[in-house]
């Protein structure tokens, strides 16, 4: 990792220009609109008092599917039509939940959950993960459940699935309270990431114009350490270049290992107010299948001790593909990807991709 000081030139117009453009439009993201419940305990209370069915969204981090290879209307593309959007929010109370939250069993509140589940989803009984969406009552009964397919199969999940909440009203049960929810230290600020393959190459599935989603966190400590020394600390340097300079827009990317940094350079300038940074960077694994190259640049801006604005972009070129991002583009292809600071209930709910490696993605290296 090489660092070097000097004169950048640095437009935060043409920085946020590209930002805009590679973030999803409204309509892209009509779903997220919706008032997603996050606490699973505090939701079955609600759905008692309102005598609506529950939808829960069970994800393993990021919004999308339990096939990372659906095509793309199958990811949330459907979940933003209007039919579906007026059951959600007229019929229903939607909660969002993450699966390591409430498959273990441990808590009485996912040992509800997972007996709930295994009723409906034969795919968790056969150790595919618990992964979908479910209609249930909030006394546990399974109504339906769908694995974020067809548009037609998600209007046939909730037909069936309300229908079968007014034939099987729940009955009267006692809710236990606490377990599980999500709680983001409130230190923590929360980056929405952003990527698409642009332009998309001729011959590409069309599986490859979806948009990639994730969140990067930044943690107290290190917004501290950037606010006295006016730098990026290592720690974010490492966790950009192993956990969010990634292909994803198919599913879920094989992050990148210490050894498989092959350069990643960071220039920077700072004031009393900003810090602004640009580099370049290429990661690529040791039989040369898979890798990604390009260029960043980015601007933190502070007030006082706060940060006010995370922003920036990658404009690379990637090849090959992970575990679970296959069918890419043949050959190289061009893969954008754009970093913005948010401050909503969705984006403290959902974890960071690379939050699934535990430590590493906490404290990063690259050397």
Not at 137 to 165: C, I, M
Not at 196 to 204: D, E, K, T
Not at 207 to 222: A, I, K, T
């Amino acid at each position: 990792m090489i660092f070097a000081i000097a004169a950048l030139a640095f437009s935060q117009a043409s920085l946020d220009d590209r930002i805009a453009s590679l973030f999803p439009s409204a309509d892209e993201m009509r779903w997220a609109a919706v008032q997603w419940r996050t606490d699973l305990s505090t939701a079955r209370q609600e759905a008692k008092r309102t005598g609506k069915p529950l939808l829960l969204w069970v994800t393993r981090g990021q919004p999308s599917c339990d096939d990372c290879n659906a095509p793309l209307e199958e990811r949330t593309e459907n979940l933003s039509e209007s039919f579906v959007l007026e059951k959600i929010e007229d019929d229903l109370i939607p909660v969002l939940l993450i699966t390591d939250q409430v498959e273990h069993g441990q808590t009485p509140t996912s040992a509800w959950f997972v007996k709930m589940a295994k009723f409906a989803n034969q795919r968790f009984v056969q150790g595919f993960g618990c992964a979908g969406l479910y209609i249930c009552g909030y006394d546990g009964f399974a109504h339906a459940f769908h694995p974020n397919r067809s548009t037609d199969s998600l209007h046939q999940f909730f037909e069936k699935g309300l229908a079968s909440f007014k034939e099987f009203p729940p009955e009267e049960t006692e809710i236990v309270e606490g377990d599980p929810v999500r709680r983001v230290d409130p230190g923590v600020l929360t980056v929405r990431v952003h990527s698409r393959i642009s332009p998309l190459p001729v011959g590409a599935t069309p599986v490859n114009d979806s948009l990639g989603r994730d969140h990067m966190w930044l943690y107290p400590d290190e917004i501290s350490e950037m606010a006295k020394s006016r730098r990026l600390p290592d720690t974010i340097i490492a966790r950009l270049a192993r956990f969010h300079l990634v292909d994803c827009i198919r599913g879920l990317p094989d992050h990148w290992t210490a050894n498989e940094i092959r350069q990643f350079d960071v220039t920077s300038t700072s004031s009393s107010d900003a810090i602004d940074f640009s580099g370049e960077f290429w990661m690529q694994t040791s039989d040369e299948r898979r890798g990604i190259r390009g260029k960043f640049e980015g601007r933190v801006k502070f007030i006082g001790e706060r940060i006010a604005e995370f922003r920036a972009f990658a404009d690379c070129t990637a090849w090959g593909h992970s575990k679970g991002t296959f069918s890419p583009p043949p050959g190289i292809f061009p893969l954008k990807i754009a970093f913005k600071e948010v401050d909503d209930p969705l984006s403290r709910a959902i974890v960071p991709m690379g939050w699934f490696a535990g430590e590493d993605y906490r404290n990063p290296s690259i050397d």
